[in-house]
């Protein structure tokens, strides 16, 4: 028997006018049609004379094992989602059920996405112009998806300052997941972000509520509601949300000049190359210039900003701090050589700001295969080390030498630094150890300013 079709359609939201031509003509075309009975309610005219198959809510991977089975018998089959078929939809239940079968592209039977409005967009379109800048999905659904997990999400979106759309956010048995998501989001965001709460977007009993993020928990919510959350920027005024795309950030206004700095048609001056430029520029003009207090001040990782400083830039900024990175492979070598530095200082950070400093001889440390440590007085420091750490050598104007560690994120891990004092303060220290460290080990590495 020859293989069938298998059309996997989003609906949009259910409504004729949310449908694309595309996927009326896909399930136009079906012999056989087979979705979740609440959906399949919704577009009940185009069903008349097929065989249609409905099942219950969280059956979808019958669905998908079922849909495949009739296109194998060479039935042309169109698997019906809401929204859009490829977020949070079918495409995926299917594909999987196709895959786990053996079937490859191009092989047996033939399969087409059809795309449709998903949730996301079509709130969004009811209560304005909220996601005109990054936004992301999260469902609050931890019915396959581990809560640790969730709330990973969340936190990242939070702090990066994304609108976030909220999918399934409550249900008759999930009742607190808004909640603890308000928690995590109250860490990073204004009580007063407005937020939009859309149940059944283009459907029977559609309506909308906007709130702001303190109010979000205790508003009602029910099965069939997105949330959308905004970010920083996004407003509510005269009953719409609306988020900035950051034209402000270059022009006086609509239509407006340029601001100062700014050139049409170019990035931003705290663009990719922009900002690094600005960090030089910062550093330069602080008496006490400060790596940490850089990475602080742009809520960047450290290892970003070390990178600005191992560039040479286009500006004409005095070099406060010059770094280069560890050249990958002789990481372990250059912390042996390390323990000829003479006295020291071990410093290790918590990102709270707490701080442990142990001062010590370079020749007291300890270097094994996963660790690097030190202990005086009482106090020892155990620092885990891991292949994926990379390691930074750090000059500031020859009066403060170092090597720092980063992790995989570029988040510091610790400081081992070596100071060289003026005319006033103690004997300087010898700094021919380092130099031939900073020679031998420094990738690109270049003289300080």
Same mark, same amino acid.
């Given at each position: 028997?020859?293989?069938?079709?298998?059309?996997?359609?989003?609906?949009?939201?259910?409504?004729?006018?949310?449908?694309?031509?595309?996927?009326?003509?896909?399930?136009?075309?079906?012999?056989?049609?087979?979705?979740?009975?609440?959906?399949?309610?919704?577009?009940?005219?185009?069903?008349?004379?097929?065989?249609?198959?409905?099942?219950?809510?969280?059956?979808?991977?019958?669905?998908?094992?079922?849909?495949?089975?009739?296109?194998?018998?060479?039935?042309?089959?169109?698997?019906?989602?809401?929204?859009?078929?490829?977020?949070?939809?079918?495409?995926?239940?299917?594909?999987?059920?196709?895959?786990?079968?053996?079937?490859?592209?191009?092989?047996?039977?033939?399969?087409?996405?059809?795309?449709?409005?998903?949730?996301?967009?079509?709130?969004?379109?009811?209560?304005?112009?909220?996601?005109?800048?990054?936004?992301?999905?999260?469902?609050?659904?931890?019915?396959?998806?581990?809560?640790?997990?969730?709330?990973?999400?969340?936190?990242?979106?939070?702090?990066?300052?994304?609108?976030?759309?909220?999918?399934?956010?409550?249900?008759?048995?999930?009742?607190?997941?808004?909640?603890?998501?308000?928690?995590?989001?109250?860490?990073?965001?204004?009580? $007063?972000? *407005? +937020? !939009?709460?859309?149940? @059944?977007?283009? %459907?029977? =009993?559609?309506?909308?509520? &906007?709130?702001?993020? /303190?109010?979000?928990?205790?508003?009602?919510?029910?099965?069939?509601?997105?949330?959308?959350?905004?970010?920083?920027?996004?407003?509510?005024?005269?009953?719409?949300?609306?988020?900035?795309?950051?034209?402000?950030?270059?022009?006086?206004?609509?239509?407006?000049?340029?601001?100062?700095?700014?050139?049409?048609?170019?990035?931003?001056?705290?663009?990719?190359?922009?900002?690094?430029?600005?960090?030089?520029?910062?550093?330069?003009?602080?008496?006490?210039?400060?790596?940490?207090?850089?990475?602080?001040?742009?809520?960047?990782?450290?290892?970003?900003?070390?990178?600005?400083?191992?560039?040479?830039?286009?500006? $004409?900024? *005095? +070099? !406060?701090?010059?770094? @280069?990175?560890? %050249?990958? =492979?002789?990481?372990?070598? &250059?912390?042996?050589? /390390?323990?000829?530095?003479?006295?020291?200082?071990?410093?290790?950070?918590?990102?709270?700001?707490?701080?442990?400093?142990?001062?010590?001889?370079?020749?007291?440390?300890?270097?094994?295969?996963?660790?690097?440590?030190?202990?005086?007085?009482?106090?020892?420091?155990?620092?885990?080390?891991?292949?994926?750490?990379?390691?930074?050598?750090?000059?500031?104007?020859?009066?403060?030498?170092?090597?720092?560690?980063?992790?995989?994120?570029?988040?510091?891990?610790?400081?081992?630094?070596?100071?060289?004092?003026?005319?006033?303060?103690?004997?300087?220290?010898?700094?021919?150890?380092?130099?031939?460290?900073?020679?031998?080990?420094?990738?690109?590495?270049?003289? @300080?300013?």
């Amino acid at each position: 028997m020859a293989e069938g079709k298998l059309f996997i359609v989003g609906i949009g939201p259910g409504g004729a006018g949310q449908m694309s031509r595309q996927a009326c003509e896909a399930i136009a075309t079906a012999e056989v049609v087979v979705g979740y009975g609440t959906y399949l309610d919704l577009v009940p005219d185009l069903l008349a004379g097929k065989e249609v198959i409905r099942t219950g809510m969280t059956q979808e991977v019958e669905r998908a094992r079922t849909a495949c089975e009739h296109a194998h018998r060479g039935k042309t089959v169109a698997l019906v989602s809401s929204g859009d078929a490829g977020i949070y939809g079918m495409a995926g239940p299917a594909y999987e059920s196709l895959l786990q079968s053996g079937w490859q592209p191009g092989q047996g039977i033939e399969v087409e996405v059809v795309p449709g409005i998903t949730a996301l967009s079509a709130c969004a379109a009811l209560v304005g112009a909220p996601l005109t800048h990054d936004f992301c999905a999260i469902s609050l659904s931890d019915l396959l998806t581990p809560w640790p997990v969730i709330a990973r999400r969340l936190d990242a979106a939070a702090r990066g300052d994304f609108v976030i759309a909220l999918y399934n956010p409550k249900s008759r048995r999930r009742q607190g997941q808004i909640a603890a998501a308000q928690r995590i989001l109250l860490r990073y965001r204004d009580p $007063a972000t *407005p +937020v !939009a709460i859309v149940e @059944a977007a283009y %459907r029977e =009993g559609q309506a909308v509520r &906007l709130v702001s993020l /303190a109010e979000m928990a205790a508003s009602a919510i029910g099965m069939l509601a997105t949330v959308l959350i905004g970010n920083g920027q996004t407003v509510c005024r005269d009953g719409l949300m609306a988020t900035p795309r950051g034209y402000a950030d270059k022009y006086e206004g609509p239509g407006g000049a340029v601001r100062p700095g700014e050139a049409r048609g170019r990035p931003l001056s705290q663009g990719l190359n922009g900002w690094q430029a600005g960090v030089r520029r910062a550093l330069s003009e602080d008496a006490e210039p400060s790596i940490f207090a850089i990475a602080e001040r742009y809520d960047v990782p450290l290892g970003e900003v070390l990178a600005a400083f191992s560039e040479v830039l286009p500006d $004409a900024s *005095p +070099v !406060a701090f010059t770094t @280069a990175r560890v %050249r990958a =492979g002789t990481e372990t070598e &250059l912390l042996r050589a /390390a323990r000829t530095w003479g006295r020291i200082c071990l410093m290790v950070r918590a990102p709270g700001g707490a701080a442990a400093e142990l001062r010590l001889d370079a020749a007291d440390l300890e270097l094994g295969e996963d660790r690097l440590a030190a202990g005086r007085d009482g106090l020892r420091l155990d620092i885990h080390r891991s292949p994926t750490q990379r390691l930074w050598l750090v000059r500031r104007r020859l009066e403060v030498c170092g090597l720092h560690v980063v992790d995989a994120a570029g988040a510091g891990v610790c400081e081992l630094a070596l100071e060289r004092r003026g005319a006033e303060g103690p004997a300087p220290v010898a700094m021919q150890p380092f130099d031939e460290a900073w020679r031998r080990f420094g990738e690109n590495a270049r003289s @300080a300013g």
